[in-house]
C-alpha cells in the first residue's frame, strides 16, 4: 500500500512568488493534518481536515497560507505571497477517522526555501 | 507558546549506550503520548506511544516512562545501535482528538 506521498520534494522560490504543495494521504484516511517545521524547531500543526472540512485551522500563520481539500481526497497548501519566514519543511500526514487517536503516517515532506 | 518542551537537542553516545530524551508539557488535556523517529529524507514515524494510564511502556529496546504529576515522560533506547541514529520527537494531543503538538526534536548519534 502507497503511504502518503507529497509534491514537489524540495520548492525554492522568490519572495512574493506563489507556491502550491500537494499531499496524497493513504487511501481511505479521512483525517488529513498539516504540519511546518522550521529548521531546529518542533513540528507545529497548521491545520487539520476530517474529509473535505477543516476541522482546526488554528495553526494557520495568516491569511496568506490557504489549505483545500476537495472531494475529501489529496490537499493542497497555497501560499500566497511567499515571505522568508515561510521557509521551512512542510508536512502532511494522515490518520483513519474515528475518536481514538489513531497513528498518524507523514510523507516525506516539501522544503521550502523563500529567498 | 510551545506546548511541549523536549531536550536535549542533540545527544551522542556509544553504540550499546542509553540514551534518554525528555518532554514536558503543560495542558492537561493530553492524554496521549507519541514518540516520532524519522531518518533524514524521510517523514517522521510512531515508535512507540503512551496513555497516562501506566507509567511505562517497552517495545523491543524503546522504553516510555511517564510521570503524570510531574506531566513529563521521557523515551529511553537500551543497547543503542548506529542504526538508532535519527531525530526524535515527542508529541502530545487530547486522546479525542488527532490534534498533534510536538517537541522540538532530539537529533541523537550512536557511534560505533
Known amino acids: 500500500e502507497a503511504g502518503v506521498t507529497q509534491f514537489p520534494s524540495h520548492s525554492v522560490i522568490e519572495k512574493g512568488q506563489t507556491v502550491t504543495l500537494r499531499c496524497d494521504p493513504i487511501?481511505?484516511?479521512?483525517?488529513l493534518y498539516w504540519y511546518r517545521r522550521v529548521m531546529g524547531k518542533e513540528i507545529k500543526f497548521l491545520l487539520h481536515?476530517?474529509?473535505?472540512?477543516?476541522?482546526?485551522e488554528s495553526g494557520m500563520p495568516n491569511n496568506r497560507f490557504l489549505a483545500e481539500r476537495t472531494g475529501g481526497t489529496y490537499s493542497t497548501l497555497k501560499v500566497q505571497p511567499a515571505e522568508l519566514e515561510d521557509s521551512g519543511v512542510y508536512f502532511c500526514?494522515?490518520?483513519?477517522?474515528?475518536?481514538?487517536?489513531?497513528?498518524?503516517?507523514f510523507g516525506p515532506g516539501t522544503r521550502l526555501t523563500v529567498t | 507558546q510551545q506546548q511541549v518542551k523536549q531536550s536535549p537537542q542533540s545527544l551522542i553516545v556509544q553504540k550499546g549506550g542509553i540514551p534518554i530524551i525528555n518532554c514536558a508539557y503543560e495542558?492537561?488535556?493530553?492524554?496521549?503520548f507519541p514518540w516520532y523517529q524519522q531518518f533524514p529524507g524521510k517523514g517522521p514515524a510512531l515508535l512507540i506511544a503512551?496513555?497516562?494510564?501506566?507509567s511505562e511502556k517497552k517495545e523491543g529496546r524503546f522504553t516510555i516512562s511517564f510521570n503524570k504529576s510531574a506531566k513529563q515522560f521521557s523515551l529511553h533506547i537500551m543497547d543503542s545501535q548506529p542504526g538508532d541514529s535519527a531525530t526524535y520527537f515527542c508529541?502530545?494531543?487530547?486522546?479525542?482528538?488527532?490534534?498533534?503538538?510536538f517537541g522540538a526534536g532530539t537529533r541523537l548519534t550512536v557511534k560505533p
Open positions: 500526514a494522515s490518520s483513519l477517522g474515528g475518536t481514538v487517536p489513531y497513528e498518524q503516517y
Open positions: 487511501s481511505g484516511h479521512d483525517n
Open positions: 495542558n492537561t488535556a493530553f492524554d496521549y
Open positions: 503512551i496513555r497516562p494510564d501506566v
Open positions: 481536515f476530517v474529509k473535505e472540512s477543516k476541522q482546526d
Open positions: 508529541a502530545a494531543s487530547p486522546y479525542n482528538n488527532n490534534d498533534m503538538r
